[in-house]
């Protein structure tokens, strides 16, 4: 049985420090041309680039991984602002 988290972040954070399940990524954005960079890692230096989402419009993205993507270190989000919410579901380990 998965026992998924969901965080929400406002701006640049650690989502989740250790090896993870993510499942599906919701962004939220408050203006056009608003971005996240998802990394697999605790930070954007040493983490390595998951994906980039974006809109050319303010509305919400996700991005749906059924069967689930590992990420080894952890989840890091880079976002344009401090005003885009990343929603994060997980499973730890």
Known sequence: MHHNRWVRILGDG?????PCQVYAIILQVDAVNDV????DGIDAVSGKLFCELNT???ITRE???HEG???DTGIYIDATD???ATTVVFEPG
Do not use: K, Q, R, T
């Open 14 to 18: 650690c989502v989740y420090n250790g």
């Open 36 to 39: 996240a960079l998802v990394y």
């Open 56 to 58: 050319s419009v303010d």
């Open 63 to 65: 991005l749906c991984l």
């Open 69 to 71: 993507v590992s990420f």
């Open 82 to 84: 401090e005003a885009v």
